[in-house]
Structure formats: structure tokens, C-alpha cells
């Protein structure tokens, strides 16, 4: 049987999500004003959306080659 394998692309990906997450919380607490505070924030979030739904698909691909 076949096991699968942590690809080091998901692992960087979620690393990479997990920096912008936390770069969208700095940029809330930033010397700014809020709608560059706010504007920060969002788009860090979306690139962490982006980048967590691009390790779950990686994540299923590799589940789907083990079951078949």
C-alpha cells in the first residue's frame, strides 16, 4: 500500500497562509489610517484564502492517486 507523502508545496503553502494571516493582524494594528489599515488587511486575507484552497486541492489530489 501505498502512503502518501507531505508534498513540500502544501507545507509552504500553509507557511505561506499562515504569514499572511498574520500580516493582515499587523496591518489592523499598523499607525495607518483605517481604510489603508482595512485595505491591508483584506487583501492578505484573500492571498491566505488563495493560498490555504490551493494546498487543500494539492492535499486532495494526492489523497485521491493513493485510494485509486
Not at 502512503?3 to 499598523?30: D, E, I, W, Y
Not at 489610517?33 to 487543500?56: F, G, P
Amino acid at each position: 500500500m501505498v502512503h502518501p507523502t507531505v508534498s513540500p508545496h502544501r507545507s509552504s503553502r500553509r507557511a505561506r497562509a499562515a504569514a499572511h494571516r498574520a500580516m493582515a493582524m499587523a496591518a489592523l494594528a499598523s499607525n495607518s489610517s483605517l481604510q489603508v489599515r482595512y485595505r491591508r488587511y483584506h487583501a492578505h486575507m484573500r492571498k491566505a484564502e488563495a493560498l490555504s484552497r490551493a494546498a487543500d486541492a494539492i492535499a486532495l489530489e494526492a489523497v485521491q492517486e493513493v485510494s485509486e
